[in-house]
């Protein structure tokens, strides 16, 4: 068992050019931690030398520990081990860009997200940017990956580790030396990474919001307008890119505060048509009947595992893991015992299931709970399996969706399945929106146990 100072080693979460993040615990407390340890790649050793790299690494540290906001990941402690400094920051397993379906191929399309979910995270995004950049800072490095999201799914900025303060140049980055991430970075930021100033990380936010609303990079759509890939985007959010993703950084919006106040007003402006669309949408259904399109009858009910680059193979879905048939907007039947019963497939759930979130241990030790308490006369529950909660979802965006009801209480959003990804995680829904993916088996996620027929 490896330590790092008084941490017990979990596994390896990411690497860089100048450290390595480890998943970590915190023995006593059993408090699991994310642990950034100095360890720089030879060729940056050689480019900047190791005294400017210690520096940088304890400046980010400082930062971390001089800034408490909402949306800015907390440092924990800052130590040393073996003559390595390394500190520990908030463990949170998921991000924007897993939320997104963005992958090993960012250039590759990812998902759409509905318009209050693009809002709100651009507006957490922004609402962050505005407190590092009020202390002085430019991020430099805005991307998905760097936006974590906290077991009540708020956004929370990570990686300051390329931070500058505006006007600084005494880093000297060494000419050729990419500061940044492709696709995301500002044009002047690839040019001159010391000369940027607030507006850099303005523009990767735009791009981070753009890539939620059309799935795509601004490039990608060769000067089209972005509101034709979002079929609850008007003509407003083309002005908004236009501004906010400008190749000239005088024609970008030069604080944080100012491009929240305009994402502010598209999404007051969609609150508004959305109560329009759904008034007209409700008429519409009302004769829905017993239609469930394309739904599987006899979902899959044994648990598999499944590597992610597998899983269109096995589960009904397609690339960004989202079912390849969503039911309808009608909900299942209500038995009088605690459960919601589906006649189509014949499955019973619990409703409502456990208040909160749980780990995927836990969620297992429930679900044999349940069945030796033989709930609601039922002795067979468990987690569901990805394709069992694939029945109960509905599209997230498409054709007034978005003014059903979903198929569970609202709130519960990610649900445990008893499928495995790898042997430390497993695989998850997304009911809100609608795809499944995968997670460390200690993140927290709420459980819908299932019964089948008996």
Same mark, same amino acid.
């Given at each position: 068992?490896?330590?790092?100072?008084?941490?017990?080693?979990?596994?390896?979460?990411?690497?860089?050019?100048?450290?390595?993040?480890?998943?970590?615990?915190?023995?006593?407390?059993?408090?699991?931690?994310?642990?950034?340890?100095?360890?720089?790649?030879?060729?940056?050793?050689?480019? !900047?030398?190791?005294?400017?790299?210690?520096?940088?690494?304890?400046?980010?540290?400082?930062?971390?520990?001089?800034?408490?906001?909402?949306?800015?990941?907390?440092?924990?402690?800052?130590?040393?081990?073996?003559?390595?400094?390394?500190?520990?920051?908030?463990?949170?397993?998921?991000?924007?860009?897993?939320?997104?379906?963005?992958?090993?191929?960012?250039?590759?399309?990812?998902?759409?997200?509905?318009? %209050?979910?693009?809002?709100?995270?651009?507006?957490?995004?922004?609402?962050?940017?505005?407190?590092?950049?009020?202390?002085?800072?430019?991020?430099?490095?805005?991307?998905?990956?760097?936006?974590?999201?906290?077991?009540?799914?708020?956004?929370?900025?990570?990686?300051?580790?390329?931070?500058?303060?505006?006007?600084?140049?005494?880093?000297?980055?060494?000419?050729?030396?990419?500061?940044?991430?492709?696709?995301?970075?500002?044009?002047?930021?690839?040019?001159?990474?010391?000369?940027?100033?607030?507006?850099?990380?303005?523009?990767?936010?735009?791009?981070?919001?753009?890539?939620?609303?059309?799935?795509?990079?601004? +490039?990608?759509?060769?000067?089209?307008?972005?509101?034709?890939?979002?079929?609850?985007?008007?003509?407003? !959010?083309?002005?908004?890119?236009?501004?906010?993703?400008?190749?000239?950084?005088?024609?970008?919006?030069?604080?944080?505060?100012?491009?929240?106040?305009?994402?502010?007003?598209?999404?007051?402006?969609?609150? %508004?048509?959305?109560?329009?669309?759904?008034?007209?949408?409700?008429?519409?259904?009302?004769?829905?009947?017993?239609?469930?399109?394309?739904?599987?009858?006899?979902?899959?009910?044994?648990?598999?595992?499944?590597?992610?680059?597998?899983?269109?193979?096995?589960?009904?879905?397609?690339?960004?893991?989202?079912?390849?048939?969503?039911?309808?907007?009608?909900?299942?039947?209500?038995?009088?015992?605690?459960?919601?019963?589906?006649? !189509?497939?014949?499955?019973?759930?619990?409703?409502?299931?456990?208040?909160?979130?749980?780990?995927?241990?836990?969620?297992?030790?429930?679900? +044999?709970?349940?069945?030796? %308490?033989?709930?609601?006369?039922?002795?067979?529950?468990?987690?569901?399996?990805?394709?069992?909660?694939?029945?109960?979802?509905?599209?997230?965006?498409?054709?007034?969706?978005?003014?059903? +009801?979903?198929?569970?209480?609202?709130?519960?959003?990610?649900?445990?399945?008893?499928?495995?990804?790898?042997?430390?995680?497993?695989?998850?829904?997304?009911?809100?929106?609608?795809?499944?993916?995968?997670?460390?088996?200690?993140?927290?996620?709420?459980?819908?146990?299932?019964?089948?027929?008996?």
């Amino acid at each position: 068992m490896r330590t790092i100072g008084k941490y017990i080693v979990r596994g390896l979460l990411g690497r860089g050019g100048m450290s390595v993040v480890y998943k970590a615990l915190l023995p006593v407390v059993e408090k699991i931690v994310a642990l950034k340890l100095l360890n720089p790649h030879p060729t940056l050793v050689d480019l !900047w030398g190791e005294g400017l790299i210690g520096a940088r690494f304890r400046d980010e540290a400082a930062l971390m520990g001089s800034l408490r906001h909402p949306h800015l990941v907390e440092l924990l402690d800052f130590d040393f081990a073996e003559g390595r400094p390394f500190f520990t920051m908030e463990y949170h397993p998921r991000s924007l860009g897993m939320l997104m379906g963005e992958g090993g191929r960012t250039e590759a399309e990812c998902r759409i997200l509905p318009l %209050e979910h693009s809002v709100r995270y651009g507006r957490e995004l922004l609402l962050g940017l505005g407190r590092l950049h009020r202390a002085g800072w430019v991020h430099r490095d805005i991307k998905p990956h760097n936006l974590l999201l906290d077991d009540e799914g708020r956004l929370k900025i990570s990686d300051l580790g390329l931070s500058k303060l505006r006007g600084e140049v005494s880093a000297g980055v060494p000419p050729g030396l990419v500061v940044g991430s492709p696709f995301y970075a500002a044009p002047e930021q690839v040019r001159d990474p010391d000369g940027v100033d607030f507006r850099a990380d303005l523009y990767s936010a735009g791009v981070v919001i753009h890539r939620l609303v059309t799935g795509r990079f601004p +490039e990608d759509l060769q000067g089209g307008r972005p509101s034709r890939w979002h079929p609850d985007a008007d003509p407003a !959010w083309d002005t908004f890119f236009s501004k906010a993703v400008h190749p000239d950084p005088d024609r970008r919006f030069t604080r944080a505060d100012e491009m929240l106040e305009a994402l502010d007003a598209l999404a007051d402006s969609w609150v %508004e048509r959305k109560s329009d669309f759904c008034t007209q949408f409700a008429s519409n259904v009302e004769d829905a009947g017993d239609d469930f399109t394309g739904v599987a009858a006899q979902p899959r009910s044994t648990p598999v595992k499944v590597p992610p680059h597998q899983a269109p193979e096995v589960f009904p879905c397609d690339s960004l893991w989202r079912p390849l048939r969503f039911r309808s907007n009608r909900p299942l039947q209500r038995t009088g015992r605690g459960t919601l019963h589906d006649p !189509w497939t014949g499955l019973t759930w619990q409703s409502p299931g456990p208040p909160d979130p749980m780990n995927w241990r836990d969620a297992q030790a429930y679900v +044999e709970r349940l069945s030796s %308490e033989r709930h609601a006369g039922l002795r067979k529950w468990r987690l569901p399996t990805v394709d069992e909660l694939f029945t109960c979802l509905a599209p997230p965006h498409l054709n007034g969706a978005h003014c059903g +009801e979903p198929a569970f209480e609202r709130g519960t959003t990610c649900l445990w399945s008893c499928d495995r990804s790898s042997f430390v995680s497993a695989w998850y829904v997304d009911e809100e929106l609608g795809f499944a993916s995968w997670a460390d088996l200690s993140s927290l996620f709420f459980v819908r146990p299932v019964s089948g027929p008996e």
